[in-house]
């Protein structure tokens, strides 16, 4: 296989390796070129004052890795500065109340809209009038009920638009104002993801 592995050293030495698994294979010298290219790259402007000059002490255990061209990770010790820490709580708060919702609206949430079924006739209760009276309140009682639910249903949907409206009128203020150049674009880019 055809992997290279390059290491930066602390010194600033890069060697390249051969990706086999043979570890007890002879030197074929393939990290000297990187080596001859680093020096050739990185001349010290006082060549005296190079031999004499320390590593940096915070890079001096340090050992970079790379695999084929892949840049190495940035350097993740740096801690994030304030806000960015706080927009990220807030993130997890919002995220665990979203949560929080989405489960008592499943608990809460009826199992369908109630059905109604077609009006009692007195056919259907042989013509006795008190059973077709007391089917009869029923429907009714089941129709005003489903209908209460329908509107309710309506009205939270409704009420969700508008939410759901708001926050894109306030993303397309925010859009405006920022005023950066190929924002459709990154924005195209983004929506296609």
């Known amino acids: ?74 350097d993740e010790t740096e801690r994030a500065p304030e806000w960015v820490r706080d927009l990220r709580r807030q993130h997890r708060e919002l995220q665990k109340k979203v949560r929080e919702y989405e489960a008592r609206e499943q608990q809460a949430a009826p199992a369908g809209p109630k059905q109604v079924g077609p009006k009692p006739r007195l056919e259907d209760h042989d013509y006795d009038t008190d059973k077709y009276e007391a089917a009869l309140d029923a429907w009714h009682r089941t129709k005003v009920e489903a209908e209460k639910a329908a509107s309710e249903a309506q009205a939270r949907a409704d009420a969700e638009a508008r939410a759901w409206q708001a926050k894109l009128d306030s993303y397309d203020k925010a859009k405006a104002e920022l005023k950066v150049r190929d924002y459709d674009d990154a924005e195209f880019t983004v929506q296609q993801a």
């Open 1 to 74: 296989m055809g992997i290279k592995i390059e290491v930066t050293q602390p010194d600033g030495t890069t060697e390249v390796h051969d990706g086999n698994d043979d570890q007890d294979a002879p030197d074929t010298g393939a990290d000297e070129p990187a080596e001859e290219h680093q020096a050739d790259a990185d001349p010290a402007p006082d060549a005296e004052a190079a031999p004499n000059e320390e590593p940096d002490p915070a890079t001096a255990d340090e050992v970079t890795v790379s695999i084929g061209d892949e840049a190495p990770p940035p």
